[in-house]
């Protein structure tokens, strides 16, 4: 059981940057994939980035790469995610989550369990 609790997120200009943070509690955070996913109102909810356990490999939507930069630190059982050049379309909640598969998987079924999410809100 992994217990996620997200932080960071807020108001920010178009251009600006924010640093969204997950704390994970709970067994062997190490072991999971984590991911980052954001849902806007009236809209499905979407892969944003993924890490796998070791953070040597790292996948981006298309819409975020050269921006954003996911990152975690075992010791300290936290998944981090850099937003750089915020555009108004980025303005959603955005939900950490762990994964059991090594893969770094893109649907959020793959995804064991969840934050509560944190708002991001871009203004242009």
């Known amino acids: 059981q992994v217990q996620l609790v997200e932080s960071g997120g807020g108001l920010v200009q178009a251009g600006g940057s924010l640093r969204l943070s997950c704390a994970a509690s709970?067994?062997?955070?190490?072991?999971?994939?984590m991911g980052w996913f954001r849902q806007a109102p009236g809209k499905e909810r979407e892969f944003v980035a993924g890490i796998d356990w070791s953070g040597s490999r790292r996948y981006y939507t298309d819409s975020v790469k050269g921006r954003f930069t996911i990152s975690r630190d075992n010791a300290k059982n936290t998944v981090y995610l850099q937003m750089n050049s915020l555009k108004p379309e980025d303005t959603a909640v955005y939900y950490c989550?762990?994964?059991?598969?090594?893969?770094?998987?893109?649907?959020?079924?793959?995804?064991?369990?969840w934050g509560q999410g944190t708002q991001v809100t871009v203004s242009s």
């Open positions: 989550a762990a994964s059991n598969n090594l893969l770094v998987p893109r649907g959020a079924d793959q995804y064991d369990y």
């Open positions: 709970g067994r062997a955070f190490s072991r999971y994939t």
